[in-house]
């Protein structure tokens, strides 16, 4: 059992892994060729977004909590140069 749930685990984070490379290859080709340049849809908007929820802005960029965003931008960063990692 515990064999298996290690092979699990091993796999989750190669998966994991390879979304995030998968991201951080679609900022840099969007920043290079523009938006839309990657599975047809904007990364570096939709990050942007993201980042806009947890730091709780709303719609009219008002209530934000900037240094939520900031964290939330420090974690990204993070996750992107591979600095994150988990033990099981």
Avoid: P
Avoid at 27 to 35: A, K
């Amino acid at each position: 059992m515990k064999e298996t749930l290690s092979k699990l685990n091993d796999w989750i984070t190669l998966i994991t892994q390879v979304g995030v490379a998968l991201i951080a290859l679609s900022v840099v080709v969007e920043i290079v060729f523009g938006t839309n340049a990657v599975f047809g849809g904007g990364v570096i908007t939709n990050l942007s977004e993201i980042v806009k929820d947890v730091g709780g802005v709303d719609e009219n960029g008002q209530g934000g909590n900037g240094f939520v965003g900031l964290v939330a931008i420090l974690v990204i960063l993070a996750l992107v140069r591979g600095r994150v990692t988990s033990k099981a």
